[in-house]
């Protein structure tokens, strides 16, 4: 059984809150265990709106160290510890972090004679460099050296392969009863016949299948670091602070609607979400339009927009099996 996953958009906008965006925060759910992107200021009440459960969250991945990204952090884990939380929370972001999660008073400082933990439950802050990988059951969380204003990072979940599709008749074929040795072949274990023939899993599985990829940008420019962490991706949360109309993205450190759609692409992409909106757009319209000339499947990013990020396709989805025998 694969675990479900949804996206849960929580904030979406640049630099301040406005009426109609919260700073950015994204939750990506994944079955009962929640990665959460980024933690503005307000986050835990967006969680509280989104119907999705700040209990679940097992890591806080920070992208940079720029206010509006980080600012919720103090609130939210506040409340976990009220909730009577016990599970050990991850906090990983770029260097910077630990004096940062210090001075907020997650963690005590290092060298210091405070004990923690603070609020009941153990906190573990991890600094990453380009290229770390934090393993998970089931996947891995990977990060990315993106160009910014400042050091920052983009992150990937990337789930583990899945093995091939199950072909039932080929299995009967072969003489394998129904049951326990069914659920064998499918965990990749050969099986043992009553006439002492044996059933390798390659015999009735398929082509192995892809685990699902979520990638999240945070704050940069367009860059080929991005385009990198992004390959085939299922869906690419990209920052896109400005249309078109406004010349000078780039030199603030930030992406227009069509550069984040050129980077979709050029990553051979699925879906694209169009995130991190400057407040002086109150519609995005033209963003999306802009997006979509480039990029067909490009879409808004909107508080509280719950999006389910399906497999990708199967290899062998048209219906080959294999030989049987």
Not at 185 to 213: C, F, I, M, W
Request: with cysteine.
């Amino acid at each position: 059984m694969h675990e479900s996953m949804d996206l849960v958009f929580l904030g979406t906008g640049a630099s301040w809150p406005s009426i109609e965006r919260n700073v950015p925060s994204v939750a990506l759910k994944r079955g009962s265990e929640i990665v959460l992107f980024d933690c503005g200021e307000g986050t835990q009440r967006q969680f509280q709106r989104s119907g999705v459960s700040y209990m679940q969250v097992s890591h806080i991945l920070i992208t940079h160290l720029h206010a509006d990204h980080y600012l919720g952090m103090p609130g939210l884990v506040q409340t976990m510890g009220l909730n009577e939380r016990k599970d050990t929370l991850v906090i990983a972001g770029p260097p910077g972090l630990r004096r940062l999660c210090e001075d907020q008073r997650l963690v005590p400082r290092e060298g210091s004679k405070e004990k923690g933990p603070y609020y009941g439950f153990k906190i573990e802050v991890k600094e990453l460099a380009s290229g770390d990988v934090l393993s998970r059951p089931g996947y891995k969380l990977v990060a990315k050296e993106v160009r910014h204003s400042i050091h920052a990072l983009a992150f990937a979940l990337v789930e583990d392969d899945r093995p091939g599709r199950f072909h039932k008749e080929v299995a009967l074929s072969l003489g394998v009863p129904e049951g326990k040795m069914f659920s064998s072949l499918q965990h990749g274990e050969s099986v043992t016949l009553a006439d002492g023939r044996v059933v390798k899993p390659s015999q009735v599985l398929g082509p192995t299948r892809k685990g699902r990829k979520v990638v999240y940008t945070g704050d940069c420019v367009p860059c080929e670091q991005t385009v990198e962490i992004a390959q085939n991706a299922d869906v690419l949360v990209h920052e896109s602070t400005y249309a078109n109309d406004f010349p000078d993205a780039n030199k603030h450190g930030h992406s227009t609607a069509a550069q984040a759609a050129f980077i979709a692409k050029a990553a051979k992409a699925r879906t694209l979400f169009l995130t991190h909106i400057s407040p002086r757009y109150t519609n995005a319209n033209p963003l999306v339009e802009e997006a979509r000339k480039i990029f067909p499947e490009s879409h808004e990013a909107r508080d509280l927009l719950q999006f389910i990020v399906k497999f990708p396709p199967d290899p062998d989805e048209g219906g080959s099996v294999p030989p049987a025998g």
